[in-house]
């Protein structure tokens, strides 16, 4: 049961208990009796205005609603069938679309100093990208984010961005560019196209590597990524 379906169920209850029907309830919260059923089975999200009423309805504080619902969740946070990940784990499943030996080295080299478990499939050009996340890899899983080298994204014009976003397969994936320097209209596309985020390689190693374990610890620590999702309960 989710956070819905347990409100829905008191709302049933409540409705059930002062003997109105479904027209009856549509009526006072002017909404369809159909909605009102949607509502009471948890399928459909009850706005906060409309679960105000309710409670104004059946005489009763908006607390009662969420009365329980701590119990529905474990340790992992279960929200609508989804697991989310601990705080602490630390993998990561990243694919780097790196155009260039020599970065594509440092930033192997950089990734493999910091303190996470980062697992890392290289690609070198849009087509390899493609037909890497469409054929589904069985090696390497569905990735938890894409590093994108900007050379590769400028191609075509960021149409590889694009391609990612329209397919509903692969478009939750957080794509972050990647470039070696920017300028504003290079920003602004990629920004437009899609991406999560720009980043930009340093010439020294130490800055470099403080730069991507910030990027790192982002979406490895303090973000829930769409990934999670795929951890169904």
């Not at 601990?86 to 950089?110: C, G, M, Q, W, Y």
């Not at 290289?122 to 493609?130: A, E, G, N, R, Y």
Request: include cysteine; aromatic fraction near 8%; glycine fraction near 4%.
């Amino acid at each position: 049961m989710d956070i819905n379906e347990h409100i829905g169920k008191k709302l049933q209850e409540q409705r059930k208990k002062a003997r109105l029907t479904l027209e009856q309830v549509s009526g006072a919260l002017h909404v369809t009796y159909q909605q009102v059923q949607k509502y009471e089975a948890g399928k459909n999200k009850i706005p906060i205005d409309k679960l105000y009423d309710y409670a104004c309805l059946f005489q009763l504080p908006i607390q009662y609603f969420f009365e329980g619902v701590s119990e529905l969740f474990s340790e992992e946070s279960k929200i609508d069938g989804v697991c989310l990940p601990h705080k602490n784990d630390h993998h990561l499943n990243l694919l780097l679309a790196e155009s260039d030996p020599v970065d594509e080295f440092l930033i192997r080299k950089t990734l493999g100093e910091l303190d996470n478990e980062i697992k890392i499939f290289c690609v070198h050009d849009d087509l390899q990208i493609t037909n890497f996340l469409k054929r589904k890899n069985p090696v390497f899983p569905k990735p938890d984010l894409i590093f994108l080298d900007l050379v590769i994204a400028k191609r075509r014009g960021y149409s590889i961005v694009s391609e990612i976003k329209r397919d509903i397969t692969i478009q939750d994936i957080p794509i972050v560019i990647v470039a070696n320097s920017v300028c504003g209209e290079d920003l602004i596309r990629a920004y437009k196209s899609g991406i999560a985020s720009f980043i930009c390689k340093s010439a020294h190693h130490d800055k470099m590597k403080k730069d991507l374990s910030t990027c790192i610890q982002y979406w490895g620590h303090v973000v829930v990524l769409p990934s999670a999702a795929w951890k169904k309960v």
